[in-house]
């Protein structure tokens, strides 16, 4: 069966409730520990069902957003997703409650019983109009993106296929892409400006109404971080700007001498080359081809994997019109099934998404037999060690995607990687100031971006680009509009992932694998303090976890003659 004939059925919310309401009294009617095990198996069938329905949605509304059917059963599910969530707190609070919950604690893992504690505090019945009103802005904003139409090169072009005009080697021609690229955001300004102020109001008032100061500390509940704060996370960020700032500078510096360039401006830096920068040589289904290739070979479980995705279609991967923005990977429980959906546009960033959605993807496949649907995909700073990792597990079949420009693809992709990580943490102190005065103003809050761009970014120079320089340029991060303080999650993995590139170019394969696919396997089982000890890795909160991988990666930059590509 291909993920087309996946059968999609709207679960009806009077049914799942009724459902739900007799499950949970049997539970607190049982007289064993061993009945209500049972009976928590039940509710893992109902919730799979539940999540398999919303993201059989989701999947097909993000590759067309006008589809009539699917747009109308979008509308239902952002309706009904909060009364689901509610059904599903009743049942954790049964759970917390029980006579037996000491017998079921020895039968389940206790991360199990940490997040059904903080999905409890972060939901009441008082607050399910406002999480109904924060899915619909979210729809809003994905809908409005999607909407992009920019005419150039006599064509007219979604924000993914602005891209590779972004990339040209022409210098007007890069500075007219990003020009017409940043006025598709300038020109609905007000648009995404009520969008944002909406979501932070109504974000803000769902925190107070559960007894919380802001929403910064609500966000961090709905995250699962049970192990650490937005204390640490500051520290965190305080390293990047004492270590990791400094290198971004010198390797923005460096590409503008490699490109001739004495006025380095925000439209030259997506070109690493004079010659043009490392570009997948076929199309989507030629990549396809070398991905099964590539993970035939990686591992006996990766080529598994990938044959499963190729026999069951489980892609979406061009870029055309009124389709999401972005690239993810999601799970479909009741086939077992990992969904890779991207926008592909014929630049480097192919190879990347493809690598980094297989990353979760594997993940995934490797522990989708775990029993408790909520630990099979772990939080969301472990989940992306497992996507940014394959990106440079895969390093070795770089020269099927590449050819004679393997090389050039992979200082590119090392030295992006590590000026990714102060855009990331620019993005989170950002968040953080908008949380923590939610009565900020449109442009109160462009400013702020601006002056934290200048902290973290500080090489950026927007020319006469008056709509970035104002502190516009925020408005393309969906992450900002629908998931919120989830950013940083891609930095501190990226710091895990280069852990994993050291231990897989410089240091024992063999070994390095059995620890990335162990860690795989252990899922969500574990936090994401101890799924670093699973995986060997070390914590990006200690001092001197940075500073340990900036040196090797320094090291390889600067055994590569970059003039020469």
């Known amino acids: 069966m291909k993920f087309k004939d996946y059968e999609y059925v709207r679960p009806d919310a009077e049914e799942v409730r009724a459902q739900y309401k007799a499950l949970i009294e049997k539970f607190n009617n049982s007289d064993s520990a061993d009945q209500q095990y049972e009976i928590i198996n039940e509710i893992n069938t109902l919730s799979k069902n539940i999540d398999t329905m919303f ?7 993000s590759i067309n957003t006008q589809d009539e059917f699917y747009d109308k059963e979008n509308e239902y599910m952002d309706e009904s997703s909060p009364i689901f969530q509610g059904l599903t707190v009743d049942y954790y609070k049964a759970l917390a409650g029980s006579r037996f919950v000491d017998e079921l604690k020895k039968r389940i893992p206790p991360q199990y019983f940490t997040m059904a504690e903080l ?28 909407s992009a139409k920019i005419e150039h090169d006599g064509k007219v072009l979604n924000l993914s296929q602005m891209q590779p005009y972004m990339q040209s080697q022409d210098r007007k021609a890069r500075k007219e892409a990003y020009e017409k690229y940043s ?16 979501m932070v109001k109504v974000r803000n008032k769902i925190a107070v109404k559960l007894g919380y100061k ?15 704060s937005s204390r640490d996370i500051e520290g965190y960020r305080n390293q990047v700007l004492k270590y990791i700032v400094p290198l971004s500078v010198e390797l923005r510096k460096r590409q503008a001498k490699r490109l001739g360039i004495e006025d380095f401006k925000y439209y030259d830096k997506d070109l690493d080359f004079t010659t043009g ?20 070979e990686l591992s006996g479980e990766t080529k598994e994997f990938f044959n499963f995705m190729v026999e069951k279609d489980l892609f979406d991967l061009e870029t055309k019109p009124n389709k999401q923005s972005g690239g993810y990977c999601t799970f479909i429980q009741n086939f ?38 909520e630990l099979i995909f772990p939080t969301l700073e472990a989940c992306e060690i497992h996507s940014m990792s394959m990106e440079f597990i895969t390093w070795p079949w770089m020269n099927l995607f590449f050819e004679e420009n393997e090389l050039k693809y992979k200082f590119s992709h090392l030295a992006s990687a590590m000026l990714f990580i102060p855009y990331g943490v620019t993005v989170d102190e950002f968040q953080h100031r908008v ?58 993995a990226q710091v895990c992932a280069f852990q994993y590139w050291i231990k897989f170019t410089q240091g024992d394969r063999k070994k390095a694998w059995e620890d990335y696919l162990h860690l795989c396997r252990v899922g969500g089982s574990k936090p994401f303090l ?18 340990a991988v900036i040196e090797p990666i320094r090291n390889w930059l600067d055994s590569v003659d970059d003039t020469k590509l």
């Open 55 to 61: 993201n059989l949605v989701a999947i097909r509304h």
């Open 119 to 146: 999905s409890v505090r972060s939901f009441s019945d008082e607050v399910i109009a406002d999480l109904q009103e924060e899915n619909k802005l979210q729809s809003e904003y994905d809908k409005l993106i999607s």
């Open 183 to 198: 006025g598709f955001f300038r020109d609905n300004i007000e648009k995404f400006d009520d969008i944002y102020d909406r």
């Open 214 to 228: 802001n929403f910064v500390e609500l966000g961090y509940i709905r995250l699962h971080r049970s192990e650490y």
């Open 277 to 296: 920068n490392a570009k997948p040589k076929g199309d989507k289904d030629w990549m396809i081809e070398k991905a099964q290739k590539m993970y035939s």
């Open 336 to 373: 077992k099934s990992p969904f890779i959906f991207s926008n592909f546009n014929g630049t480097s960033d192919d190879v990347d998404t493809l690598t980094h959605e297989a990353g979760h993807a594997f993940q995934v496949y490797e522990s989708r037999n775990i029993e408790f649907p």
């Open 435 to 492: 949380y923590e005065n939610p009565d900020m103003t449109p442009s109160e809050r462009r400013a702020v971006w601006r002056e934290t761009e200048k902290k973290y970014l500080p090489w950026i120079d927007y020319d006469d680009n008056s709509f970035y320089e104002e502190g516009g340029y925020w408005f393309r991060q969906g992450h900002i509009f629908g998931d919120p303080f989830y950013y940083i999650d891609y930095t501190l």
């Open 530 to 547: 101890e799924l670093l000890k699973e995986g060997n890795l070390n914590s990006p909160f200690e001092d001197l976890t940075i500073e």
